[in-house]
């Protein structure tokens, strides 16, 4: 293992890609802890500590930005904009027909939504830095009643919050610039590599919090089951279902082409970490409708607004775990099916002669394909409902707080990215040795 290591900084060009990519990583890291001009930077540290920061979808943004947003940082909305409009052109392949056209374009159409989505990310980092800029000025941030989160801003007057805006906004294009370098000029998928980093900077913090507050022999026993579901997350994630699919012989001219036998390989949890999110923020609405009817002082709140506060706002309630799950099976299923098409996948195999053995091309393959499609989602929704509920679960058992570092999206980000950034720092140096990284 050491001697593979060695290998990769004994190559030079591999070894200025890490360098690249660690330079990157330094550099976003930093401006996280840059504050956004005329905010009160002391004020918010004090308020952090006495709030114990937040739940919800704004522990999520939280958890994507490396800690910036509740420090109202210039990195403050993090990668969040980035992912939220990758996921919007995705789901606008199917409504808008342009959009579809252009992803089977190949390369030039891959630009082209590429340039859309980066468009949508800078609208969304408006918007999203408009509504983070008045909440703070609100006083409502992190928390209501505390002295100094009702003062985080050193000045609120609109100049002053139109300057915090565009720096946020700024902020938000120079970290998708950054991705892109890494990607072009450092090792793996650049904003897969700042989500990485982002959520990799709150374990520490997440751990000290445990042993502080449980004791030593919490803490190792977490770090225990921390350790048990990485191996499971890896062993799921790597796992799929390969149909076997043969391509029969054509000649064209006096040349012999097809005869290959191949797979379609379907992972057990082809959604990824998506439905997680959607769950996620699809959960956060109530709770936010039920934030804008709190009561005056002296009136009494109204019964909706109380049910709401009540199953709806901590993780630890049984109905709020139960319908956090159901959502994450349903959405998986319909991220399932707009990522993957059966038609799309029949169609492309008859065309290029290729069948799979015992069932004829064409529709029959397509209802083949959905067939088990539709039953190798099921454990992986399951799964995917399963670690998500961990945080949840630690909440109501540990007394840890929903960034619990070994759960959710953040443990399936962290493996997922890490293995793709080693399979490719394998294939790199597969490139240059016989012998590469992983045996």
Request: glycine fraction near 10%.
């Amino acid at each position: 293992m050491f001697s593979a290591i060695a290998r990769v900084f004994r190559t030079p060009d591999l070894r200025r890609k890490i360098a690249f990519t660690l330079g990157i990583i330094a550099i976003y890291r930093f401006g996280a802890h840059v504050p956004t001009p005329f905010v009160d930077f002391p004020n918010v540290q004090a308020c952090l500590a006495d709030s114990g920061g937040t739940d919800g979808l704004l522990s999520l943004v939280n958890l994507f930005s490396g800690g910036a947003l509740l420090q109202l940082s210039i990195f403050a909305l993090g990668v969040m904009p980035y992912i939220t409009a990758t996921i919007i052109v995705q789901l606008l392949r199917v409504v808008i027909p342009h959009f579809e056209t252009l992803y089977k374009e190949g390369q030039a159409g891959q630009a082209r939504l590429t340039q859309y989505t980066r468009y949508l990310t800078i609208a969304l980092a408006l918007l999203q830095s408009t509504t983070l800029v008045t909440v703070a000025r609100s006083g409502q941030l992190l928390g209501v009643g505390i002295p100094e989160c009702e003062n985080l801003l050193t000045n609120d007057v609109w100049w002053a919050q139109l300057l915090m805006i565009i720096t946020m906004t700024a902020g938000t294009g120079l970290i998708m610039w950054f991705a892109e370098l890494v990607t072009e000029r450092g090792v793996g998928n650049g904003m897969s590599i700042l989500i990485f980093t982002s959520i990799a900077a709150t374990f520490p913090a997440a751990m000290w919090s445990i042993w502080q507050a449980r004791g030593f022999e919490i803490f190792l026993l977490v770090l225990a089951v921390g350790i048990l579901v990485v191996g499971l997350v890896v062993f799921v994630e790597q796992s799929q279902r390969r149909i076997p699919v043969q391509y029969a012989k054509r000649m064209v001219g006096r040349r012999t082409y097809g005869g290959t036998n191949t797979y379609i390989p379907i992972k057990v949890n082809m959604a990824g970490v998506v439905p997680v999110i959607f769950a996620s923020s699809l959960l956060y609405i109530p709770a936010l409708i039920a934030q804008f009817n709190q009561p005056q002082p002296g009136e009494e709140a109204q019964p909706w607004v109380v049910w709401i506060s009540q199953y709806f706002t901590t993780g630890d309630s049984p109905l709020y775990m139960l319908v956090y799950f159901l959502l994450i099976i349903g959405f998986t299923y319909f991220y399932v099916a707009i990522t993957f098409n059966p038609v799309d996948v029949a169609d492309n195999m008859k065309r290029y002669g290729g069948f799979i053995p015992g069932i004829r091309a064409g529709r029959p393959t397509a209802e083949y394909l959905d067939y088990v499609l539709t039953r190798i989602t099921l454990p992986g929704s399951i799964y995917l409902g399963l670690i998500a509920l961990l945080p949840l679960i630690a909440l109501a058992t540990v007394g840890a707080n929903q960034n619990f570092p070994f759960g959710g999206a953040s443990i399936l980000i962290i493996v997922g990215v890490g293995l793709e950034t080693v399979k490719q720092i394998d294939a790199q140096l597969q490139q240059r040795h016989y012998e590469g990284l992983l045996r």
